[in-house]
């Protein structure tokens, strides 16, 4: 089975993780670095919701990092599997719950049970930019509060396509470009510092941690 990377740092650090298949498209080593380095004070003890999941790479980093627990929100069967299996592989199995469905349908109706969320990582295909939206205003919006007052929600894009910079209650507050990734940063708009974000490459960034995309 292809591989979708490994895990960088925390307790499951150089676990090799397997991939559901050609589809999926695992994030960069830097670009792994540069999230998990300013998300990274913020897991110990937090509540991870990993959407469109991939092979589960980056709810599986943050749970390595500290998070207590992480729900992975994937429709694909065999994505799902490969989830379990990694999970497994990393021996935190017992902190991760995989929720096969698709992701409108997970936020509208389950997620908040399973909610508050402390770091929401969100990476729809590139080519689905509605979805993206889509999802960041059900995450920023609706009866039901989604989100801990200072979460961080981490949207994965294609550089051309960048997402608004408002989703509801959310308000983007930096943005990373990476060649045609680009990783846009969102807090609660109360939470969120004013100013424009940082844009750039990433090359300034404190090194840390791992995780595939979203196709992860």
């Known amino acids: 089975m292809a591989k979708a990377g490994r895990v960088i740092a925390g307790s499951a650090k150089g676990t090799r993780l397997r991939s559901p298949g050609a589809g999926t498209r695992p994030l960069a080593d830097r670009v792994k ?8 004070p913020d897991l110990p003890g937090a509540t991870v919701l990993d959407l469109f999941a991939g092979s589960g790479a980056g709810g599986i980093e943050a749970l390595s990092r500290g998070a207590a627990r992480a729900v992975f929100v994937e429709r ?40 508050p969320f402390d770091v929401v990582l969100v990476d729809p295909p ?16 609706g009866d039901i509060p989604l989100l801990a007052p200072r979460a961080w929600v981490v949207a994965k894009h ?9 989703a509801g209650l959310l308000a983007s507050v930096r943005t ?3 060649g045609e990734t680009a990783l846009t940063f969102y807090r609660p708009g109360r939470d969120a510092p004013t100013g424009p974000g940082l844009v750039g490459d990433g090359a300034g960034d404190p090194p840390a941690g791992d995780a595939p995309g979203g196709s992860q």
């Open 76 to 115: 694909d069967t065999v994505a799902a599997r490969v989830i379990g299996e990694n999970l497994t592989l990393s021996r935190l199995a017992d902190r991760g719950h995989v929720a096969r469905a698709d992701v409108g349908t997970y936020l509208k109706e389950r997620a908040g049970h399973d909610g």
């Open 126 to 141: 590139y080519a689905e930019v509605a979805l993206l939206d889509a999802t960041l205003t059900l995450l920023g919006g």
């Open 33 to 40: 670095e540069t999230l998990f380095a300013i998300l990274e």
């Open 158 to 166: 294609f550089w051309r396509t960048p997402p608004p910079p408002a």
């Open 176 to 178: 990373r470009r990476f």
